[in-house]
């Protein structure tokens, strides 16, 4: 038996709208995979309503206003590309990713609230490679950017976000990067795409120190990633103590996922969610999921991390 949870799940049907070309990595089957993951851990649904006009502002809080508009006039086209032959787009592609926001920030909303501390956010497209003026990396709108704006507008802050994603949140960084509101800590695989995470990344202005990178090799397993960021949660914790934190939650370091190149298996993800869990203490965490591109290895994995995150036990 296990305690009642104190987890959130924050989600919408509309995720799996975005349909890329068949047999693109990021499917729509991914979205049941990611909710899957917290069968049998006692969460709470959010009902989630999305109202594009909230949405958009939200949006614009990370984004250039031409973005949104942009990727809207595209998906009325029809199937085809946008702005890099990574992100392929679908008629529901830009109802998808305002459903992701809108997501988001209900879960910020309850945060402020005082209604959840512990919120698993699984929606897609992911977003940790979206830039200010362009979708990159199968990733249209940085959901855990705007995640954290909104946070910050409610007086919750300083915030950390940390990515455990196998790739690089180069966008999340660059947002972020002259911030010292906001500590940005990235485990991940280097070199890999997108090219950015060097350990010398730190950061500039009045951000210097405030964005921290560790790059590990391919092949790294559960020991080599859970010990980086437990070393990452240490820097996060001598430099600024988080009101709440935000965790691009990847699970694409994977064994068995086909973009990886890692070894980290179930194990691993509940030693990172328990990392997480102990440095975070009562103070909210808000996970919004990245990639992870093996279903089952993604539901296994969620559920594992969601266990250890709010402190329960698996069955």
């Known amino acids: 038996m296990r305690a009642t949870s104190s987890l959130l799940i924050a989600t919408h049907e509309e995720c799996a709208d975005h349909r890329p070309f068949p047999g693109h990595p990021e499917r729509p089957q991914r979205l049941q995979a990611a909710i899957k993951g917290a069968d049998g851990l006692g969460a709470r649904l959010l009902p989630v309503t999305v109202n594009e006009s909230d949405a958009l502002r939200a949006i ?3 984004h250039d206003a031409t973005l949104p508009e942009r990727l809207r006039t595209a998906c009325a086209s029809g199937p085809q590309v946008f702005d890099s032959d990574d992100n392929p787009i679908s008629e529901g592609t830009y109802r998808a990713a305002l459903a992701a926001v809108a997501a988001s920030i209900a879960a910020v909303g309850e945060v402020d609230a005082r209604a959840a501390t512990r919120v698993w956010i699984p929606v897609r497209p992911p977003g940790h490679h979206a830039l ?13 950017a705007i995640a954290t704006e909104d946070l910050l507008k409610r007086g919750i802050g300083p915030v950390a976000v940390v990515d455990f994603d196998v790739h ?82 990847g699970f694409d370091a994977h064994r068995d996922d086909p973009l990886g190149g890692m070894k980290v298996t179930e194990a691993g993800f509940a030693a990172i969610g328990e990392l997480l869990g102990q440095a975070a203490g009562k103070k909210p965490i808000l996970a919004v999921l990245e990639g992870g591109y093996a279903l089952e290895a993604l539901s296994r994995s969620v559920r594992t991390f969601l266990a250890a995150l709010d402190g329960g036990v698996t069955s």
């Open 60 to 62: 614009l809080t990370a």
């Open 132 to 144: 200010r003026d362009r979708a990159m990396g199968f990733c249209f709108f940085n959901n855990a």
């Open 168 to 249: 690089h949140g180069n966008a999340t960084q660059q947002h972020f990067w002259e911030r010292n509101d906001v500590f940005y800590l990235s485990v991940h695989r280097y070199p890999f795409y997108p090219g950015t995470g060097a350990g010398d990344e730190i950061g500039s202005g009045p951000g210097r120190g405030f964005t921290r990178n560790y790059p590990l090799a391919a092949g790294a397993d559960n020991d080599t990633y859970s010990g980086a960021v437990a070393a990452g949660l240490e820097d996060v914790l001598s430099v600024v103590t988080p009101a709440a934190w935000v965790i691009s939650a």
